[in-house]
């Protein structure tokens, strides 16, 4: 695997991110407010988009000077860390006169223009090699891998995620394998017949389906694993599939739910309630 070059220092870094700013500039009309920069990339695969607002508040588009994607592409590189890889996209706000604000993301996958070829995401991690526990599972998936196996110690619980993080938005984001439809039926079954151990009487918003009131509100253990009550109704509802790492773990069980002892949903409990 061929390695990155040298680090760049925190101060170096800076320096860079200053310069991508100014690099914007000569793009922008007399009167902009503020400006917002993307970077995107996957090996060789780099999108970049550029907009600005005035006074008004709309935001419009303009062409990002080659100076702006090559210094990106420098701090990209330079940020770069054994066994954790480096970042996939970047959002730069600058509000004038001098305002800015910069982040970096190294986990979710990019809202891609046009998602990278397979070679793409083999070129990242050939260029940007990360330890196998830091490859996320989209990646994983995107490049063919089999999935990360992930051991629990004995008497670990470990809590589900409902879906994998939010965009910039603030709307949900999921990149999971799809269940098999001939397992659907079970999965359902089980995450629906384990123990409920905290509940309310309300219902939640449906996030993936705004002025829907209908997930409940609660959490089940199988004493391994806790999920929301959000889990199995989102697969129900929307075909929206558990964490890979849950649905190994049911069928590894052969889909039957093992009796949990109280002190196991005493602990279920405190952990929901701690985070």
Same mark, same amino acid.
């Given at each position: 695997m061929s390695q990155p070059a040298t680090?760049?220092?925190?101060?170096?870094?800076?320096?860079?991110?200053r310069l991508i700013g100014r690099a914007m500039l000569p793009a922008l009309p007399p009167g902009w407010a503020k400006v917002r920069a993307e970077y995107?990339?996957? *090996?060789r695969h780099i999108e970049v988009d550029l907009a600005f607002a005035? %006074? $008004?508040?709309? &935001?419009?588009?303009? +062409?990002?000077?080659? $100076?702006?994607?090559?210094?990106f592409g420098q701090l990209r590189t330079g940020m770069? %860390?054994? @066994?954790? *890889?480096?970042w996939l996209s970047a959002v730069y706000e600058i509000e004038a006169p001098s305002q800015f604000a910069v982040d970096f993301?190294?986990? @979710?996958?990019? +809202? &891609?223009?046009?998602?990278p070829p397979v070679i793409g995401f083999q070129d990242e991690l050939r260029t940007f090699p990360r330890a196998d526990d830091r490859i996320p599972d989209w990646l994983r998936q995107r490049v063919g891998l089999p999935p990360r196996v992930e051991v629990v110690p004995p008497g670990e619980l470990r809590t589900a995620h409902v879906y994998d993080g939010r965009d910039e938005a603030g709307r949900p984001v999921v990149n999971r394998q799809t269940v098999d439809p001939q397992l659907r039926e079970a999965l359902l079954a089980y995450l629906e017949a384990?123990?409920?151990?905290? %509940?309310?009487?309300?219902? $939640?918003? @449906?996030?993936?389906a705004p002025g829907e009131q209908d997930v409940p509100l609660?959490?089940?253990? @199988? *004493?391994? &694993?806790? &999920? =929301?009550? =959000?889990?199995?109704?989102?697969? +129900?509802?929307? *075909?929206?599939p558990p964490e890979a790492a849950l649905v190994r773990h049911i069928v590894d069980r052969d889909f039957r739910v093992a009796d949990v002892d109280d002190a196991t949903k005493d602990r =279920?409990? %405190?952990?929901?309630t701690a985070s």
């Open positions: 680090p760049l220092s925190e101060q170096e870094q800076q320096q860079l991110v995107r990339a996957a *090996g005035a %006074a $008004d508040g709309q &935001w419009r588009p303009v +062409r990002p000077p080659m $100076d702006v994607v090559q210094l770069y %860390a054994a @066994d954790r *890889g480096t993301n190294a986990e @979710d996958e990019p +809202r &891609w223009r046009n998602a384990a123990p409920v151990v905290l %509940a309310a009487r309300d219902l $939640d918003v @449906d996030e993936f609660n959490f089940r253990t @199988d *004493g391994t &694993w806790i &999920w =929301a009550g =959000a889990v199995p109704h989102y697969l +129900r509802k929307h *075909g929206l =279920a409990v %405190a952990l929901i």
